[in-house]
């Protein structure tokens, strides 16, 4: 090759990367105020707040962690409220059901005391640890190790509310969040959900063949004002207790602070948020 | 010019086979601007002017989602003294109910194939499946 | 020079046909897959990773190989190995392009790949795998492709190259140190938890890595009439032997810490994985025969290799078995044991096989044929090179 010629694709080789690079460049220093700053019709700029008391206390959340109590005392005996809980979850998200233990997906659900608490003795166990099933569900760790193996930030804690929240639209599925939960809490899309979906939940859209989906906290219920639909299946017993761990005056503080409790995997340090009486 | 009896032919033939999608489609109704269908409910406004929707309404939902998702931003958006919960099955699907007739009439002209409804639901697919009680 | 691997013979090109037939199979089990999902493997909810990140992992460890040609030869003068440090670098290429396509094939959603650049995370160790190991591999290519280039041409390497080499050295450790990131800081997954699985990985991939090379050598000798020379095959057997004993010894490590303080977390996935679990009056052990198949591979491997340095004897058969059992015995240590043994109880206890499918199998062995196909092609170039400046 003459010497003309490879200095002209040199150039133009450095140019051409120039020219790709130049918009990641561009993105990576705009700062975020700049790209919202930029629409200034309604929808985009005016946010309209609404007085309401609900609204506002939602979103209102500053140091809040949110978490869960289940008081399975009142629930020996009573597997279909075990169920029922179970059944809310999976017409409230559209959750497929796969009669399948390898490609199944499941949020909330029952397993043995042994299970549940791998760090627990069976050993001699009371007769009703043996023959009942406990809930178990995403714990939404203050310190998650999901959300500390993600590449892509598909799995996130919700500064304002504690939640592990995950964002269907970003995750690439490469299940390292599944690897990292201690819980084992995530399920996979491992095929296209939608011929498993009983029941459509207009309100609530499906996940795509290839995602990570968990429980989290029925955030869209939260924001109507509502509570997660596990805790309210069992409202007549009042088995699952849900707030705000932070606040010292909310019902679930006051419980802990009465009744002992105990939590799956609590040496692992990774601070869950859902705390059980047995 | 050596071989003028092949360049010369084969020089249109390329030209022809370059300029196949305009000459093509020019006589053909592939090339008719689509017009979606407005909601059968009657609607006149939407979150924003329709030109405005038409050049920027995918940059608008992805703000949408980063808002809800990672912001926890969810409070409603009002417009014209109407109210929208922020996304895509809560707002746009409530007037615009027929996905064939509005959005894919100009997502198929344009060859734009979105993700969306992989996992957001129509009101004709919701109700395929409904509550039986 | 890539115009070198295009002129062969014909059994230049059956290889590379027989090689073409199996991509094609491995191309067409991926298609099926990604229009379906992931559905198609045998990996389930308490099982997600599996054959295609354990071969990733194997893979890895191949690449990281290289650095025991480099090494020696950069850092420490060491002539005998001038004439294949090109193929340590080459093989390292071919690998990390394994690797890559392994991790494409086993993410759900590959077309969204480009979120780990677009959205860095630099808490997630594989946000920093994927660095290391494209980084290596640009790595490899610049400082392969510019000395045998200057080899060609009988001309000194540039100058600016050698930070290059350089600087592979420590990034070579990085990449498989960075892969055991991945699993040793798992809260949940106690057979992983360990600080020895870094150096563990490192040990057996300066053994594999190699391993592959000399037979490959071997190989060469025969068809392509190129002789790495007595001296540098003897002495890549003695740190293969060297890695081989020190890999053995912290799987023994594992053993005794398992056994020895019976935590059933450390001891459970080594009984899995050497003498089956009973659960439920159910007795898993599909992995057994595997295991001590590596077990003894691994130790007769290292027997021959020994028997020829002890008596200053040995042929190139006996070299090239050596080598390949050594090699096989880790790969079934690797690349079957380590990730299915520390995923077989789930973290609620429960025991769940794994058995790959066809679909999957068949992707696995077109992206391992893809490889040997780019190392057939690179080593073709290397040694045409060499047989152009030598005469």
Redesign the interface.
């Known amino acids: 090759m003459d010497k003309q010629r490879r200095k002209f694709l040199k150039i133009a080789g450095a140019t051409a990367l120039a020219g790709i690079g130049a918009p990641a460049v561009v993105k990576l220093t705009a700062s975020p105020a700049l790209a ?1 700053s930029t ?1 200034t ?4 700029g ?5 007085g309401s008391a609900g ?1 506002g206390a ?2 209102a ?1 500053q140091g809040v962690r949110l978490g869960l109590l289940i008081d399975m005392r009142k629930l020996y005996g009573h597997p279909e409220l075990l169920d029922k809980a179970t059944a809310a979850c999976v ?1 409230a998200h ?1 959750i497929p059901q796969i009669d399948s233990k390898k490609s199944e997906i499941k949020w909330i659900w029952k397993t043995p005391f042994a299970n549940a608490f791998t760090d627990q003795t069976v050993n001699h166990a009371s007769k009703t640890t043996l023959e009942n099933d406990f809930l178990v569900l995403c714990n939404h760790c203050d310190e998650p190790p999901c959300v500390r193996v993600c590449p892509t930030k598909a799995t ?1 804690r ?1 500064k ?2 504690g939640i592990v ?1 995950m ?3 970003r995750c690439i599925g490469c299940r390292f969040c599944m690897m990292g939960c201690p819980y084992g809490a995530r399920s996979f899309n491992w095929f296209d959900p939608r011929p498993y ?12 063949r290839g995602v990570v989906e968990k429980c989290t906290f029925c955030r869209e219920r939260l ?1 109507l004002g509502q509570e997660p639909a596990c805790v309210e299946a069992v409202k007549e017993v009042g088995a699952i207790v849900f707030g705000d761990l932070n606040d010292p005056n909310s019902e679930i503080r006051r419980i802990l602070d009465k009744e002992h409790t105990i939590q799956r995997q609590a040496a692992l340090g990774t601070k869950p948020s859902v705390f059980y009486i047995v | 010019m050596y071989n003028k009896g092949t360049i010369i032919p084969g020089l249109i033939l390329f030209v022809l086979l370059v300029t196949f999608p305009f000459w093509f489609n020019a006589f053909s109704t592939a090339s008719t601007v689509p017009k979606p269908e407005l909601p059968p409910g009657g609607e006149k406004q939407c ?3 329709a030109a ?1 929707m038409r050049a920027s309404h995918m940059v ?1 939902l992805n ?1 949408w ?1 980063d808002e809800v ?2 912001d ?9 003294g109407k ?2 919960r922020k996304g ?3 707002a746009c699907m409530q007037c615009h109910t027929n996905k064939e007739k509005f959005c894919d009439s100009c997502h198929l002209y344009t060859s734009v194939t979105p ?1 969306c409804w ?4 129509t ?1 004709a ?8 009680h | 020079m890539i115009e070198k691997a295009l002129r062969g013979n014909s059994n230049y090109w059956m290889w590379l046909a027989f090689l073409s037939a199996f991509i094609a199979v491995g191309g067409i089990c991926y298609i099926r897959q990604f229009l379906f999902g992931m559905g198609l493997t045998g990996m389930g909810r308490d099982l997600s990773w599996g054959l295609y990140i354990s071969q990733f992992t194997f893979l890895v460890g191949v690449a990281a190989g290289g650095l025991m040609l480099v090494l020696p030869y950069y850092i420490h003068n060491y002539k005998a190995f001038g004439r294949i440090t090109i193929l340590g670098e080459f093989l390292a290429i071919a690998s990390l392009i394994m690797c890559l396509m392994f991790i494409m094939a086993d993410i759900g959603q590959p077309i969204r790949g480009l979120n780990m650049i677009l959205h860095p995370t630099p808490n997630s160790m594989l946000f920093w795998d994927m660095v290391v190991l494209l980084g290596y591999l640009t790595l490899n290519v610049i400082c392969g492709w510019v000395i045998l280039t200057a080899e060609r041409k009988q001309v000194k390497p540039p100058k600016w190259v050698y930070i290059f080499v350089y600087i592979s050295i420590p990034f070579a450790v990085s990449i498989h140190t960075v892969t055991a990131m991945l699993y040793c800081g798992l809260p949940g997954r106690h057979f992983w938890l360990s600080a020895i699985t870094a150096p563990r990985f490192l040990a057996s991939a300066f053994a594999a890595g190699p391993a592959l090379i000399v037979i490959a050598c071997l190989i060469m000798k025969r068809i392509a009439h190129f002789d790495a020379g007595k001296e540098a095959i003897n002495k890549i057997t003695t740190i293969i032997m060297y890695a081989a004993i020190i890999n053995a010894f912290f799987v023994c490590l594992e053993f005794f810490v398992g056994w020895y303080s019976n935590i059933p977390g450390h001891k459970h996935s080594l009984e899995y994985l050497f003498f089956g679990l009973e659960h439920n009056g159910h007795v898993y052990n599909n992995l057994v025969p595997f295991m001590w198949s590596s077990v003894i591979l691994c130790f007769a491997g290292l027997g021959v290799l020994a028997y020829m340095k002890i008596t200053k004897t040995g042929s190139d058969l006996m070299i090239g078995l050596g080598c390949a059992m050594i090699f096989i015995a880790l790969w079934l240590d690797k690349g079957l044991g380590f990730v299915m043994g520390g995923l077989v109880v789930n973290p609620l206890d429960e025991i769940v096989e794994y058995y790959p499918t066809a679909n999957e199998i068949a992707v696995s062995l077109g992206i391992w044929a893809t490889g040997i196909f780019l190392v057939t092609v690179l080593y073709k170039i290397a040694v045409k090179v060499e047989h152009e400046v030598e005469g």
């Open positions: 919202s629409a019709t309604d929808a985009h005016v946010q309209a707040e609404h609204h939602e979103s959340s017409k559209n996130y919700d304002d509310t929240s964002d269907y639209h979906i009983k029941e459509y939940n207009p309100d609530f859209p499906t996940r795509m924001a | 979150v924003a002017p405005e608008m703000q989602r998702l990672r926890g931003k969810r409070t409603a958006v009002t417009v014209g109210e929208y895509l099955q809560m993700y992989d996992c957001h639901l009101p697919l919701a109700a395929e499946k409904k509550e039986t």
